[in-house]
T-cell receptor, first 112, second 111 residues
Framework: GEDVEQSLFLSVREGDSSVINCTYT??????LYWYKQEPGAGLQLLTY?????DMKQDQRLTVLLNKKDKHLSLRIADTQTGDSAIYFC????????????FGKGTHLIIQP | EAGVTQSPTHLIKTRGQQATLRCSPI?????VYWYQQALGLGLQFLLW???????NRGNFPPRFSGRQFPNYSSELNVNALELEDSALYLC??????????FGPGTRLTVT
């Protein structure tokens, strides 16, 4: 099955770009996702990328996929205090029949 | 458009009791997924329901069960509660399986 790894913490200054990284093991993952979780809340789907794409941009968010290295990243431009949250990388293999496999999440800490 | 809703928000139960958690998907979505988010264990896939049938389950014992109703809402039942069942239970819905939208979760505390 899928295994997804993320670093646990990232600290950035307000206004800088944040880059959150993720590695995955299952090359058959069809879709790769980024979710955001604020304290005490559920998961918010931020964006996702289909496995045959290299990059996807959506306003301040840029997703890069390196299939060869099985590496996924999420770049948040002009990071704001409201971006403070836990960010989860997730993969769907088996056409989603096995549910999503999540990383442990990266805590994004914004310094003023 | 209303998102995924879950009830109750919080649930406190005693060891050995049964817990019932409910989920209403986004209108038009036919699939419901359940996940457990336990401290230290991360998010783990529990169950998948689609068109009223259980389609797949994760690595959880049979005391975790559920069903999906004709209106596509779903119920998760946890029997013979154990202390380690304390977690946030998240429900997600999708129309096709590539986009899953999550509800706010039910916080289950077992004492």
């Amino acid at each position: 099955g899928e295994d997804v790894e993320q670093s646990l913490f990232l600290s950035v200054r307000e206004g800088d770009s944040s880059v959150i990284n993720c590695t995955y093991t299952d090359s058959s993952s069809t879709y790769l996702y980024w979710y955001k979780q604020e304290p005490g809340a559920g998961l918010q789907l931020l964006t996702y990328i289909f496995s045959n794409m290299d990059m996807k941009q959506d306003q301040r968010l840029t997703v890069l996929l390196n299939k060869k290295d099985k590496h996924l990243s999420l770049r948040i431009a002009d990071t704001q205090t409201g971006d403070s949250a836990i960010y989860f990388c997730a993969g769907a293999s088996g056409g989603g029949a096995d549910g999503l496999t999540f990383g442990k999440g990266t805590h994004l800490i914004i310094q003023p | 458009e209303a998102g995924v809703t879950q009830s109750p928000t919080h649930l406190i139960k005693t060891r050995g009791q049964q817990a019932t958690l409910r989920c209403s998907p986004i209108s038009g979505h036919t699939s419901v997924y359940w996940y457990q988010q336990a401290l230290g264990l991360g998010l783990q896939f529990l169950l998948w329901y689609d068109e009223g049938e259980e389609r797949n389950r994760g690595n959880f014992p049979p005391r975790f069960s559920g069903r999906q109703f004709p209106n596509y809402s779903s119920e998760l039942n946890v029997n013979a509660l154990e202390l380690e069942d304390s977690a946030l239970y998240l429900c997600a819905s999708s129309f096709y399986t590539n986009e899953q939208y999550f509800g706010p979760g039910t916080r289950l505390t077992v004492t």
